[in-house]
C-alpha cells in the first residue's frame, strides 16, 4: 500500500521508517508540504495518506482524494478538527487517528508553561544571560493550596490532575464525563460558573468543538478572579485571542500560557525567524511579559513520537487488512 505522508518533519520520517521496517507492504513517501487545495495533487498515485493536525483536509481535497482512488487517512495526531468527516464517509474514505499519544508530555508541558509564568524563569534566564541578577520584579507564588480548574478531564486532563494534586493543589474539574479516578483522587467535579469563579489557575484540556469554539472570551473571562492563569495546550480555537488581549491589558489575565493558537496553521511547525509574521494579533501577544508561548511542541517528546508512529503505521496495516480499529473515527 503507497502512502504519501504530509507535513513530514525529519523527525517523522526517522520514527515512522524504524517502526515500518516489519511493514512490508507499506511503501512512505514523504512530503514536507502540508496537505491542502494547493497541494492535493501530491496525492495521486497513492493509496493512503498520512497528515497532522493542521493539514486542511476539506471537503473539496476530500473529493480529490477519494477521484484518485484514496481509501484512508491516517492522522499522526488525537485531534480531528481540521479533517470534514462528513465527507469522507460520504466518499468512502476511512480516517483514522491516534488518540493518546501523549497524554504525560501534554499534561508535562501544561505545568512547565505554568512553573515558567509562575517563577517567571523565562525573564530570569534573560536577565541573567544580560549580566542582571536583580531579584526585584521576578516574585513569583506557591502552587500548594492553590485552586487548579482543568476543564476537559480525558486522558490528557486526567494526568495533568494528577500531576496539580502532587502539588498540593485543590483540582475542580469540568467534564460532561466525569471520570471516576479523579474523584477517588480527591478532584471535585462542578459546573464551569464556578470553576470559572473559584480557580487561580484556569488549564484547557477539552476537545474543539461548536460549544467549546472561544470557551475562553470577554463574557466567560468576566466570571473569573482577576490575575486568573489561563493555560491552554489543546486547540488554539478554544481562545478568543482578541478578547484574551483586551483581559491581558485590563489585568483580568494575569498570566496566560499558550502552546497553540487559533491561526497556528500560518505560523507553527516552520521557521519564521527571518519572516515578518503578518498576524498583528499574535505579535502584540508577544510583546507581554506574562505571556509565554511556545510553537505546539506540547507532544514533542520521544515517547510521544514512537508512540505517534507505531499507532499511525498499526492503523494503516489494519485498513490495509480490512481489520476493525476502534482508532477509526468515521465507522
Same mark, same amino acid.
Given at each position: 500500500?503507497?502512502? /504519501? %505522508?504530509?507535513?513530514?518533519?525529519?523527525?517523522?520520517?526517522?520514527?515512522?521508517?524504524?517502526?515500518?521496517?516489519?511493514?512490508?507492504?507499506?511503501?512512505?513517501?514523504?512530503?514536507?508540504?502540508?496537505?491542502?487545495?494547493?497541494?492535493?495533487?501530491? /496525492?495521486?498515485?497513492?493509496?493512503?495518506?498520512?497528515?497532522?493536525?493542521?493539514?486542511?483536509?476539506?471537503?473539496?481535497?476530500?473529493?480529490?482524494?477519494?477521484?484518485?482512488?484514496?481509501?484512508?487517512?491516517?492522522?499522526?495526531?488525537?485531534?480531528?478538527?481540521?479533517?470534514?468527516?462528513?465527507?469522507?464517509?460520504?466518499?468512502?474514505?476511512?480516517?483514522?487517528?491516534?488518540?493518546?499519544?501523549?497524554?504525560?508530555?501534554?499534561?508535562?508541558? /501544561?505545568?512547565?508553561?505554568?512553573?515558567?509564568?509562575?517563577? &517567571?524563569?523565562?525573564?530570569?534566564?534573560?536577565?541573567?544571560?544580560?549580566?542582571?541578577?536583580?531579584?526585584? #520584579?521576578?516574585?513569583?507564588?506557591?502552587?500548594?493550596?492553590?485552586?487548579?480548574?482543568?476543564?476537559?478531564?480525558?486522558?490528557?486532563?486526567?494526568?495533568?490532575?494528577?500531576?496539580?494534586?502532587?502539588?498540593?493543589?485543590?483540582?475542580?474539574?469540568?467534564?460532561?464525563?466525569?471520570?471516576?479516578?479523579?474523584?477517588?483522587?480527591?478532584?471535585?467535579?462542578?459546573?464551569?460558573?464556578?470553576?470559572? &469563579?473559584?480557580?487561580?489557575?484556569?488549564?484547557?484540556?477539552?476537545?474543539?468543538?461548536?460549544?467549546?469554539?472561544?470557551?475562553?472570551? #470577554?463574557?466567560?473571562?468576566? &466570571?473569573?478572579?482577576? #490575575?486568573?492563569?489561563?493555560?491552554?495546550?489543546?486547540?488554539?480555537?478554544?481562545?478568543?485571542?482578541?478578547?484574551?488581549?483586551? /483581559?491581558?491589558?485590563?489585568?483580568?489575565?494575569?498570566?496566560?500560557?499558550?502552546?497553540?493558537?487559533?491561526?497556528?496553521?500560518? %505560523?507553527?511547525?516552520?521557521?519564521?525567524?527571518?519572516?515578518?509574521?503578518?498576524?498583528?494579533?499574535?505579535?502584540?501577544?508577544?510583546?507581554?511579559?506574562?505571556?509565554?508561548?511556545?510553537? @505546539?511542541?506540547?507532544?514533542?517528546?520521544?515517547?510521544?513520537?514512537?508512540?505517534?508512529?507505531?499507532?499511525?503505521?498499526?492503523?494503516?496495516?489494519? @485498513?490495509?487488512?480490512?481489520?476493525?480499529?476502534?482508532?477509526?473515527?468515521?465507522?
Amino acid at each position: 500500500m503507497k502512502v /504519501a %505522508i504530509f507535513s513530514c518533519k525529519p523527525y517523522d520520517r526517522r520514527t515512522l521508517e524504524h517502526f515500518s521496517q516489519t511493514s512490508k507492504e507499506l511503501e512512505f513517501s514523504f512530503f514536507e508540504s502540508r496537505l491542502s487545495q494547493e497541494t492535493m495533487t501530491l /496525492a495521486s498515485g497513492f493509496d493512503a495518506i498520512c497528515c497532522f493536525v493542521n493539514d486542511d483536509v476539506n471537503n473539496n481535497v476530500i473529493r480529490y482524494l477519494a477521484k484518485q482512488g484514496i481509501t484512508a487517512i491516517a492522522l499522526r495526531c488525537a485531534g480531528f478538527n481540521n479533517v470534514d468527516l462528513s465527507a469522507a464517509k460520504a466518499a468512502g474514505i476511512k480516517v483514522y487517528h491516534v488518540p493518546d499519544y501523549s497524554p504525560t508530555s501534554v499534561a508535562e508541558h /501544561a505545568l512547565a508553561l505554568i512553573m515558567t509564568l509562575t517563577r &517567571k524563569t523565562h525573564i530570569a534566564y534573560q536577565r541573567v544571560k544580560a549580566g542582571n541578577f536583580a531579584l526585584e #520584579g521576578l516574585l513569583g507564588f506557591n502552587l500548594q493550596n492553590k485552586t487548579v480548574g482543568c476543564i476537559g478531564t480525558g486522558r490528557i486532563g486526567q494526568a495533568f490532575c494528577r500531576i496539580m494534586k502532587g502539588f498540593g493543589c485543590n483540582v475542580l474539574c469540568y467534564d460532561v464525563s466525569p471520570n471516576e479516578a479523579l474523584i477517588d483522587l480527591g478532584c471535585q467535579y462542578t459546573d464551569l460558573e464556578t470553576l470559572y &469563579k473559584k480557580s487561580d489557575i484556569i488549564s484547557l484540556h477539552c476537545p474543539l468543538n461548536a460549544s467549546t469554539h472561544h470557551l475562553i472570551n #470577554g463574557k466567560s473571562l468576566n &466570571k473569573m478572579k482577576d #490575575g486568573v492563569m489561563i493555560i491552554n495546550t489543546s486547540r488554539g480555537a478554544l481562545v478568543n485571542a482578541q478578547e484574551a488581549i483586551d /483581559a491581558l491589558y485590563s489585568g483580568k489575565i494575569g498570566y496566560l500560557g499558550m502552546d497553540v493558537y487559533e491561526q497556528e496553521n500560518r %505560523i507553527f511547525f516552520e521557521d519564521m525567524s527571518s519572516h515578518i509574521i503578518q498576524d498583528s494579533v499574535f505579535q502584540l501577544m508577544l510583546t507581554f511579559p506574562n505571556v509565554v508561548v511556545t510553537g @505546539h511542541q506540547g507532544f514533542f517528546t520521544q515517547e510521544a513520537l514512537d508512540h505517534i508512529a507505531i499507532t499511525t503505521v498499526d492503523n494503516l496495516n489494519k @485498513h490495509r487488512k480490512a481489520e476493525d480499529c476502534q482508532r477509526l473515527l468515521n465507522p
